[in-house]
């Protein structure tokens, strides 16, 4: 349907035009009434084909260039406008290319034939690559080597004009979807290689002597592993040899001389441009060797002098261009010579060590590395550089992991075992991902580059051709951010795998482990890397020793039982570690046969938690905890704290006169080292509990809060003895800490910072400058020693809840705080004091604490309509600004709707109003509140448990996430197939589904419950 231009209608047009994404609609009017006048009919299919443009203003103002170009040849005019009506596949490649790539819409204004090279039935985008650039430079493709007419300047821009002919027909049908990213890249270096041929016959005109010479191209890199960019350097290695008894001195001269004009064709600059940059720096010897050697000369090389990064970019090299016989004969001879590199003495950590090394020197030389697609963390290397180390650990012994593109080689180290499925899907999503960003990023100046802009509108029109529409800008930094941060992930785990080296030691593919009934029946099993599983086992029972004897007797049972968890491969790398660790301890393995709940208990634990497993392997000895269930109950805080205070206490210094400050700084941090120990083991006891199913919501969210408590009033105690030892006496006051939000609830979960605030009271007489510069070292002092470096979770001490939060002092006094709130607080301040429990520290104070903020915390007369609605607004805003960009809402099990948030608002809502008067309400715990409200009638039986059960599931999920994965998150996983049924499978539902309908069911009916009694007028 055609749009009217009428004066009635004209009004409508920029509304449609920015809605469908032109950015300056009042001009884009103008500009389509322009592409009418020349002849463009102007409809419906028009306009939205430049509204599913990643810029419509870009692509229009190319519509309209390459219009004004093509109207000087009438015919071809009328050809453009009629297969811009008739031809919706010409119409949409076309606007997409003009949408994404101002580069392009230069050349079809100086070449306004070539958008022909868009249609699927253009003969010179369906003939082979080389046939067509060679007869661009009026070479015969038959001929065995072919010469072109001559090395003019006219040759070298014919050849650069059908180059970008062939890459216009490319990019429409990329930018389109009718090729995905690996099948363009591998186009790419197939056409490179053709530019190449062509470049070589380019050079055999210049050179007359090549006739004495055989010269081969080796392909290297990208181009070599048919994965290029659109504009990327050419990495080649030349090859020769002589030719009818020629010497081979003479043929060497020719063969460098036709190398040196074969580049030159390339990338020489012209008035059409160059093709890019041949780089021939992989050579041996890099820039200092000579441009071209015999096949002799690479061998000697190789065999004697070559690096370890040589051998890894070899893994790519193929030929491209010149004698294929010649280039058959190099790779011949260089394939054995790579897949032995792996077995060179250190050969893994070299290569370790050189990517350190690589990231290193671009962190320190390139601000804004974070950004860099290619070399920055997350990048696109860091993938290539993990299959590569491990095609070239496994593929000695394994031929098919020796492909040379990356998709190509993570799927077989997928399909052999090597890399997990998860692991490898998640991996080969982020680099396809990147490389797109990759390409569209090149394509729009056809320039060479690999950095992420930073301009709005760039990474609009990135995300506008991503498919993104709702918010192109975050939904492109959000999905990149998230790939990034998966990829390096991966990368440790993988490029830095601990069995590397082990693997690469091996002495050859006659010692691989190559028991197929064993790897069947581990695959039977569930194992996702039955290679790695056998390689396990063989290390686990070698040997003719009494513990290898255990371990054969134990290892069929539990294989079995890891099979059992979520992750087998997780666990059986977890009991070899700790194996390892403990093996010669008398007492391990001989507990471990006669004890056969231990072994069990192991299995599950170490196949189902990396937090767990992460704790056990830094104190392996707390596997005697899986004994029986009562050495797994939670430590009461009172022994717990007796224990942790006796610690301190024993490594304390005797006498403060005598104490040097570093012996005092000494005795604080080795303190607090064993006090974090305890913590560790403590966590692993609970985390253990937790797994198995004998510790609910409330005994986990307790004993959690206990460790904590312990460990901060340890870490206090030993900053109140180092400060003392400094001062050279007692502290001028007293000083106490003050759990919030979740700590101050007894409701921490295994990744929980701990809020806090810090009061202090100066003794009578004191100066009171010098008592608050006493405290405030103290509190200093304890949070430098629970922030230093350890083998544990980490304890973050949060004190932002204090009045005036991050401007506000540190430490305040008693009074200072009695002050603060009499005068200045806020509602919601009120609210956070709900949680306030002081019992850290000295007792009388905390008591004097309590009594400061009860008035405030449990109002008289409950608070006014006018603070209900004040804290109606601060939650109604919180939901709207709080939650990260990207996330769905639904299930962010904190912010989102019937989640975490919601019910503890309520709950608070609640005791603001009534724990005045109600007093089983003045209380800190979220169920506590919720089960007083019901029992004295201000909340429906019903609706409390409602919300209990779904603030209950909640906890669960956050805390079940924290242990299988070994970081906290608040987001259910949807996007991680294993961490998603880890995580059903320790909560015990029959699948993943089970478990988001289970959470999405609880929190509507939780919703519904928020929105009547918080919202409503109950």
Not at 487 to 496: A, G, I, S, T, W
Not at 581 to 590: C, E, K, V
Not at 921 to 927: D, I
Not at 958 to 964: E, T
Request: hydrophobic share 45%.
């Amino acid at each position: 349907m055609s749009v009217s231009w009428t004066p009635d209608r004209r009004p409508s047009l920029p509304g449609r035009l920015a809605r469908l994404g032109f950015n300056e609609a009042g001009r884009a009017e103008r500009l389509l009434k322009e592409a009418e006048d020349a002849g463009v009919p102007l409809d419906d299919d028009l306009l939205d084909g430049l509204g599913a443009t990643a810029d419509p203003d870009l692509a229009l103002d190319g519509l309209l260039r390459l219009l004004t170009a093509a109207s000087g040849e009438q015919p071809a005019a009328r050809e453009l406008r009629k297969a811009l009506a008739h031809e919706p596949t010409v119409r949409d490649r076309l606007l997409a290319v003009l949408g994404v790539s101002a580069a392009f819409a230069d050349h079809l204004a100086r070449h306004p034939e070539q958008w022909r090279a868009l249609r699927d039935g253009d003969g010179s985008v369906q003939a082979d690559p080389r046939a067509v650039l060679l007869d661009a430079v009026g070479a015969d493709p038959d001929a065995a080597e072919p010469v072109a007419r001559d090395a003019s300047p006219e040759t070298l821009v014919a050849l650069r004009v059908a180059y970008r002919r062939r890459l216009l027909g490319l990019a429409g049908r990329d930018l389109t979807g009718a090729a995905d990213v690996a099948e363009v890249a591998a186009e790419l270096a197939d056409l490179a290689a053709a530019a190449l041929q062509a470049g070589l016959a380019v050079a055999r005109a210049e050179v007359p002597e090549h006739t004495a010479c055989r010269l081969a191209v080796i392909g290297m890199g990208k181009c070599g592993g048919r994965e290029l960019n659109y504009v990327s350097d050419v990495d080649v290695i030349f090859v020769a040899e002589p030719r009818d008894g020629h010497p081979e001195d003479a043929a060497l001269r020719a063969a460098t001389r036709l190398a040196s004009a074969m580049m030159r064709a390339c990338s020489a600059h012209t008035t059409e441009g160059a093709l890019w940059e041949v780089d021939a720096a992989l050579r041996p010897e890099g820039k200092a060797g000579p441009l071209v050697r015999s096949l002799a000369s690479h061998r000697a090389y190789y065999e004697r002098w070559a690096k370890t990064w040589e051998f890894q970019a070899l893994l790519k090299a193929r030929p491209v261009a010149g004698d294929p016989d010649l280039g058959a004969r190099y790779l011949d001879m260089i394939t054995p010579l790579v897949w032995q590199a792996a077995a060179g003495e250190g050969f893994v950590d070299e290569v370790q060590s050189m990517r350190r090394r690589v990231e290193a020197h671009l962190n320190r030389r390139d601000p804004a590395a974070e950004r860099e697609l290619k070399l920055g963390p997350g990048g696109l290397r860091d993938v290539e550089f993990a299959v590569q180390l491990l095609q070239l650990v496994h593929g000695r012994a394994d031929e098919t992991l020796r492909g040379r593109g990356t998709l190509e080689a993570l799927a077989a180290l997928s399909e052999g075992g090597y890399v997990g499925r998860d692991d490898a899907a998640a991996l080969a999503a982020a680099y396809r991902f990147l490389r797109r960003v990759e390409h569209l990023v090149q394509l729009h100046r056809l320039r060479r580059t690999h950095v992420v802009p930073e301009d709005p509108a760039d990474l609009r029109r990135l995300g506008r051709a991503l498919g993104l529409r709702t918010d192109p800008v975050g939904e492109f930094t959000a999905q990149w951010r998230r790939h990034a941060r998966q990829v390096r992930r991966l990368h440790e785990k993988l490029f830095y795998r601990p069995l590397l080296r082990a693997v690469a030691r091996l002495p050859g593919p006659e010692a691989r482990l190559t028991h197929a009934a064993a790897r069947t029946r581990l695959e039977a099993l569930g194992y996702a890397d039955p290679a790695g599983a056998l390689r396990h086992i063989e290390a686990l029972t070698a040997g003719v020793s009494r513990r290898a004897a255990i371990q054969r007797t134990l290892l069929p049972v539990m294989l079995g039982w890891f099979a059992d968890a979520p992750d087998p491969d997780a666990g059986l790398l977890g009991f070899r570690q700790v194996s390892d660790a403990l093996g010669t301890t008398p007492w391990y393995l001989r507990l471990l046969r006669d004890e056969v709940t231990v072994a069990e208990r192991m299995a599950w634990v170490l196949g189902s938690s990396r937090y767990a497993t992460d704790l056990l392997l830094r104190a392996p000895e707390a596997v005697t905890m899986l004994v029986g269930d009562a050495e797994l109950a939670p430590r009461p805080y009172q022994a717990l704290r007796t224990e942790a205070l006796a610690d301190v206490r024993r490594l304390a210094l005797p006498e403060p006169a005598a104490a040097a400050e570093d012996g005092a700084v000494l005795a604080a941090e080795e303190a607090v080292a064993v006090v974090r120990g305890l913590r560790r083991r403590e966590l692993f006891r609970v985390a253990v509990a937790d797994l198995l199913d004998l510790a609910d919501v409330r005994t986990v969210g307790e004993a959690l809060s206990d460790i904590a408590a312990v460990t901060v009033e340890a870490a206090l105690q030993a900053a109140i003895d180092k400060i003392e030892m400094e001062r050279r006496g007692p502290l001028p006051t007293r000083i106490a800490v003050v759990a919030m939000g979740r700590f101050g609830g007894h409701e921490l979960g295994y990744g929980s910072d701990a809020d806090v605030m810090f009061v202090h009271d100066p003794l009578p007489g004191a100066d009171e400058r010098d008592a608050h510069a006493a405290a405030h070292a103290v509190a200093e002092e304890m949070r430098r020693l629970l922030a230093l470096p350890a083998p544990d979770p980490p304890l973050e001490i949060d004190p932002n809840l204090r009045p005036e939060g991050r401007q506000g002092p540190l430490v305040r006094t008693l009074a200072s705080y009695a002050a603060y709130y009499a005068r200045w607080s806020e509602p919601w301040e009120s609210q956070a004091l709900l949680r306030a429990h002081a019992t850290i520290g000295d007792r009388e104070l905390c008591e004097r604490f309590h009594a400061v903020v009860d008035p405030v915390r449990w109002p008289e007369g409950g608070i006014d309509d006018d603070a209900v609605r004040q804290i109606r607004r601060l939650k109604a805003r919180m939901e709207s600004e709080r939650l990260p960009r990207g996330v769905d809402r639904r299930l962010h099990i904190k912010l989102g709707p019937g989640g975490l948030s919601d019910v503890e608002w309520v709950a608070q809502l609640l005791q603001l109003r009534h724990a005045h008067d109600v007093p089983a309400l003045r209380t800190t715990r979220t169920l506590a509140t919720l089960e007083a409200a019901a029992a004295e009638n201000l909340l429906a039986p019903a609706d409390a448990e409602v919300l209990a059960d779904a603030w209950q599931l909640a906890t669960r999920l956050r805390n079940a996430m924290m242990l299988v994965r070994g970081r906290a998150s608040d987001v259910l996983p949807t996007d991680h197939h294993r961490e998603r049924s880890s995580v059903s499978r320790m909560l015990g539902y029959p699948g993943t589904g089970d478990l988001l309908e289970d959470y999405r069911r609880h929190a509507r009916r939780a919703r519904a419950v928020v929105e009547r009694v918080f919202y409503g007028e109950e």
